[in-house]
């Protein structure tokens, strides 16, 4: 069931089947404002690119209780002007450490095995496997990987697919860790997908999972996580069902900070000689309680954040009715969902951001200039409106002397508040 976007005209496709129950009980359930890819941040000269917007609507099969993206774009517009780093994330270089630790500490697991790392990005989780003396390897399509392959960490500059699973088998053997760190929720194929892993995996291996957890993230009014590239948003329950289909089963499962809430899910070859650790049918007894896999619960939360929106663009507009200047701190792919389905462009004068690779674009659509947090001391707004708001600590401390200069942040979420 894979889509083909040749003739496309860079519209997106929707799909009317469950990924992973091909049943059609689709029901739409947060219709967010269309964006444009959240991450197609350009120069000057190219900003009519990131003109067109696209459907962004979360929707749940009411058969299995996936929770999912119904239109699909073309990776080709997500992916062409990709430049997220992994070590830019706050805190994700230490964690990552602390992760290969971790499941470096399984049973089975002996030194020096292959450690292949799928969306291995700029090769952050490559690296910290290898501080750990495995053998790694990365896969990774976009051209983020050249960082990977500076620093001495083999990259395959391609797509994971059943070809490039057997190159790897091969060439190097079957992987004895195969991990996929916040991209596996990015997977149109997610069958397909994981069959190739089982196949690349050793008999005795281990497949790790982290990705974001959305029961977490609504705790803390976390939508902005929902775009173009998340196709998936998964449960346990439902990773699980997943998980069988392709020969695989699901032995352990974690929360985790980042991202708002993630989960790390421990997976090995159905029959394999660990034991299922009883945290699996925690988390699923947690989430059936918790109503998870009911459309009326993702509802309810859409009307939550359509009340937090209408609170912060009361606010703006006064602000924006005396005269006062409001910047954005933050230029992400969630900030893109943030400013778009809170309709927030015309409040503000322009957004500063702490990763250089954003400097000096313009944000998608609204065409917004990207400065260093410099600007600040220059214009002086009254105002800092904090999109990267996950990261509200992190900002304010590195911009105290806006506050000792009376300037006030603005935090919309999880509730509206005014710091200074």
């Not at 690349?200 to 902005?224: A, S």
């Not at 289909?245 to 070859?269: M, Y």
């Amino acid at each position: 069931m894979s889509l083909k976007f040749t003739d496309m005209k860079n519209e997106a496709i929707k799909i009317a089947y469950c990924r992973i129950c091909h049943s059609d009980s689709i029901r739409e359930v947060f219709a967010l404002k269309p964006t444009p890819p959240g991450d197609l941040f350009l120069p000057k000269d190219k900003l009519h690119l990131s003109s067109k917007k696209y459907p962004l609507t979360l929707a749940i099969c009411t058969n299995c209780g996936y929770l999912h993206l119904p239109y699909v774009l073309d990776p080709d517009i997500s992916y062409g002007n990709y430049v997220y780093e992994t070590k830019i994330t706050i805190g994700l270089i230490k964690h990552y450490q602390d992760y290969a630790r971790e499941v470096i500490s399984y049973e089975g697991i002996t030194p020096s095995s292959l450690v292949v790392d799928l969306g291995s990005n700029d090769g952050t989780m490559l690296k910290a496997f290898q501080d750990c003396g495995m053998k790694v390897l990365g896969v990774e399509p976009s051209d983020i990987s050249e960082f990977a392959s500076q620093n001495q960490l083999e990259t395959i500059n391609d797509y994971f697919s059943n070809d490039v699973a057997d190159s790897i088998i091969d060439k190097y053997g079957n992987a004895l860790v195969v991990t996929a760190n916040y991209m596996y929720a990015n997977i149109d194929n997610i069958i397909e997908f994981t069959k190739s892993v089982k196949r690349l995996l050793d008999n005795d291996g281990l497949f790790v999972i982290q990705t974001g957890y959305h029961p977490e993230q609504m705790k803390i009014n976390m939508f902005d996580y929902i775009y173009h590239e998340h196709f998936s948003y998964f449960t346990v329950k439902v990773l699980k069902q997943l998980l069988l289909i392709c020969g695989l089963e699901l032995i352990h499962v974690a929360v985790h900070a980042p991202k708002g809430g993630s989960i790390r899910a421990t997976i090995q070859h159905i029959g394999g000689k660990r034991n299922v650790d009883e945290s699996v049918e925690s988390f699923i007894k947690i989430e059936e309680i918790a109503g998870l896999h009911d459309a009326k619960t993702y509802m309810r939360f859409a009307t939550n954040i359509n009340s937090l929106k209408n609170k912060l663009i009361d606010l703006l507009k006064r602000l924006h009715s005396n005269g006062h200047k409001v910047v954005g701190y933050g230029a992400s792919h969630s900030t893109t969902t943030l400013m778009y389905h809170f309709e927030l462009g015309e409040y503000l004068e322009f957004l500063v951001d702490d990763n250089p690779a954003k400097h000096g674009l313009y944000s998608p659509g609204y065409g917004l200039p990207v400065y260093t947090s410099d600007k600040l001391s220059e214009i002086k707004p009254e105002y800092i409106l904090v999109l990267g708001w996950q990261h509200q600590e992190t900002i304010i401390n590195r911009n105290k002397s806006f506050l000792k200069e009376g300037g006030k942040f603005i935090i919309p979420l999880p509730e509206l508040k005014i710091i200074g």
